[in-house]
């Protein structure tokens, strides 16, 4: 079993920074893929915002070049670095593991981009 604790949201102003941490916890081996994925209004669909496996990340174009997924394979922890925020990135951030085969989600954490 694989548990995900994302940490590091809050409120933050337009043309702010935050930066999101995912760290796993459990019997886990390899070098997974993670990411994140966000949810900007209760009932709207959850959209993947930033992924990353061994070699590669890849980004929705809505954040290209705003956002940055990085991860430490060591810690079994995936970071999102948030920069030049705009108030529609305001959502709850979900970390995301695909391991083998199998989807393990965090519970979340929530960014706010307000003045």
């Known amino acids: 079993q694989v548990q995900l604790v994302e940490s590091g949201g809050g409120l933050v102003q337009p043309g702010g920074s935050l930066r999101l941490s995912c760290a796993a916890a459990?019997?886990?081996?390899?070098?997974?893929?993670m990411d994140w994925y966000r949810r900007q209004a209760p009932g709207k669909q959850r959209e993947l915002v930033a992924?990353?496996?061994?070699?590669?990340?890849n980004y929705a174009d809505s954040v290209k070049g705003r956002l940055t997924i990085s991860r430490d394979n060591a810690k079994n922890t995936v970071y999102l670095q948030m920069n030049s925020l705009k108030p529609e990135d305001t959502a709850v951030y979900y970390c995301?593991?695909?391991?083998?085969?199998?989807?393990?989600w965090g519970k979340g954490t929530l960014v706010t981009v307000s003045l």
């Open positions: 459990g019997s886990i081996f390899g070098i997974n893929p």
């Open positions: 995301h593991m695909l391991y083998y085969g199998m989807d393990f």
């Open positions: 992924a990353s496996t061994r070699d590669s990340t």
